[in-house]
């Protein structure tokens, strides 16, 4: 099986394509790339989530890199993915990896590569990465066990974590939060979140209860994936407890998921729509806004009426994060629940994305709802919805013969302005909604997305897609 990477790393299914082999080779072709920077004397961060295989998947990494007589800095504890950016920014590391198949269900694993100042590696680095895969086939790898590896100091074992957590820190304005004596429900969803975000909130005087804080490699038999569908039990405690905020992690920490003081969860759109507002209006923030081709235009709004632009890019977090670099851009983000603000890493991180939050609670005095209710006062409503289609190979090649080589569109009771293909398919209509077919880079899904005034609208175009793909929508 060739290792392809997709919009956020190369995942496959463990024991299929997640094999020793595989790791191994695709960590050998990391380390070529290491030794080409700076003579790989940097070193590169290896960390790893709960997943089944993946510490062990870490120290097979690990080997690789002793062997090619590459610098590894192993994290030894579970990690959050975003934990392992920092530690490449922070430690002017040459790249890093993680091993995590993020919100995917648990029978996957894979791994995620970041390039100098811990970014998401581009497209032309993992492009070269696939090159010098294989390249490799049939060639054996030469590795130092790990232990060996650790006594010769090949490897060294890196406690990044409280540089981590200091840092993010020193970026939230902490006595606001102390002065508030919020309460907040964590849902790290079996994943990796609970040290570093339960640190920060009770250093902030915050009460902190914690739901599905253990390891469970089978997520408790849900995706770890934070979403209306997967946020139950938050919800109910949220409820239950008066909470001011409850805040959810996917299974590597770099998504999140929201339930608001009413118990409702919050769409990421909305999340990452309040963040923006905020810094503009509240901290007084001047800056530009970068989202993905299927995140909500309310972002476009904010950003005109502070004299500012959204930028659209397509979908991949790599996307996000070097338009930001080109523009200074003080937020970007996705509707799937990634997002990051301008200086701290250069990659999505959910543990800052709720610190932040819940600063965002204690400085304006106002309940999230609230918050989202002024927004749509002065804006207006933008109201997504969403749906996941699976299908055989002959499917996919029928839907993408449909959509993108005869070009067919379905007929829809509103205007269509003008198509865009540059990342799927997507319509932007003449009212200012929009439309958008494309196939997931990261499980085999084909999304669509529609954004209306009321989400009656949008549920009436999802469902004339639908009828116009011949599709049913895939089972949660």
């Known amino acids: 099986m060739k290792i392809r990477f997709g919009t956020g790393g190369w995942r496959e299914i463990i024991g299929d394509g997640f094999t020793r082999k595989n790791v191994e080779a695709l960590t050998a072709a990391l380390a070529q790339t290491a030794r080409e920077e700076a003579n790989g004397q940097a070193g590169v961060a290896v960390g ?33 993915t975003p934990l392992v950016m920092f530690s490449v920014r922070h430690y002017g590391l040459t790249c890093g990896m993680a091993v995590t198949a993020s919100h995917n269900p648990a029978i996957y694993n894979g791994i995620k590569v970041f390039t100098q100042d811990g970014r998401d590696a581009p497209e032309e680095v993992t492009n070269a ?20 590896g650790v006594r010769r100091g090949l490897i060294r074992i890196l406690t990044p974590m409280n540089d981590y957590v200091d840092a993010i820190i ?33 250093t902030a005087r915050c009460n902190v209860d914690v739901i599905h804080e253990r390891r469970d490699a089978l997520f408790g038999g849900r995706l770890p994936s934070p979403n ?28 999140l998921g929201v339930i608001d003081d009413r118990g409702e969860f919050l769409h990421p759109n909305k999340i990452l729509v309040l963040l923006y507002y905020y810094l503009l209006r509240y901290r007084g923030w ?46 970007g983000g996705e509707s799937s629940g990634g997002l990051t603000v301008r200086g701290h890493i250069h990659g999505k991180d959910g543990i800052y994305a709720g610190t932040l939050l819940v600063e965002m ?54 205007e269509v302005d003008y198509v865009s293909y540059a990342d799927g398919c997507k319509l932007y209509f003449r009212d200012g909604g929009w439309l ?30 639908e009828d116009f793909l011949g599709l049913a929508p895939a089972g949660m």
């Open 129 to 148: 990465l696939e090159e010098r895969i294989d390249a490799l086939a049939g060639r054996e790898i030469p590795v130092v066990p790990f232990e060996e």
């Open 170 to 202: 020193r970026s939230v304005d902490m006595d606001a939060i102390r002065a508030q004596g919020l309460r907040v429900a964590l849902d790290p969803m079996y994943g990796v979140s609970k040290t570093a975000l339960q640190t920060i909130l009770i």
């Open 436 to 465: 958008i077919c494309r196939f997931s880079g990261t499980e085999p899904l084909l999304r669509v997305f529609c954004e209306m005034d009321t989400a009656a609208r949008a549920k009436g175009i999802l469902t004339a897609v």
């Open 228 to 255: 209306v569908h997967t946020l139950n039990r938050l919800r109910a405690y949220v409820e239950e407890h008066r909470c001011d905020i409850g805040i959810a992690t996917d299974g590597d920490a770099d998504r």
């Open 286 to 331: 001047r800056g530009d806004a970068v989202r993905n081709l299927a995140t909500t235009h309310l972002l476009d709004a904010i950003a005109a009426d502070f004299g500012m632009r959204c930028h659209e890019v397509p979908v991949g977090f790599k996307h996000i994060s070097a338009k930001m670099a080109q523009t200074g851009a003080i937020i």
């Open 48 to 80: 790893y989530d709960r997943r089944f295989l993946s510490r062990e998947a870490a120290q097979w990494a690990a080997q690789v890199l002793a062997g090619a007589g590459v610098p590894c800095l192993f994290i030894d504890q579970a990690a959050p």
């Open 361 to 414: 609670i204690a400085v304006t005095g106002k309940k999230l709802s609230q918050l989202y209710q002024e927004i749509c006062r002065r804006y207006g409503t933008y109201e997504m919805e969403e749906r996941d289609y699976r299908f055989s190979p002959q499917e996919k090649a029928r839907i993408s013969r449909l959509l993108f080589e005869e070009k067919k569109l379905p007929s829809l009771d509103v």
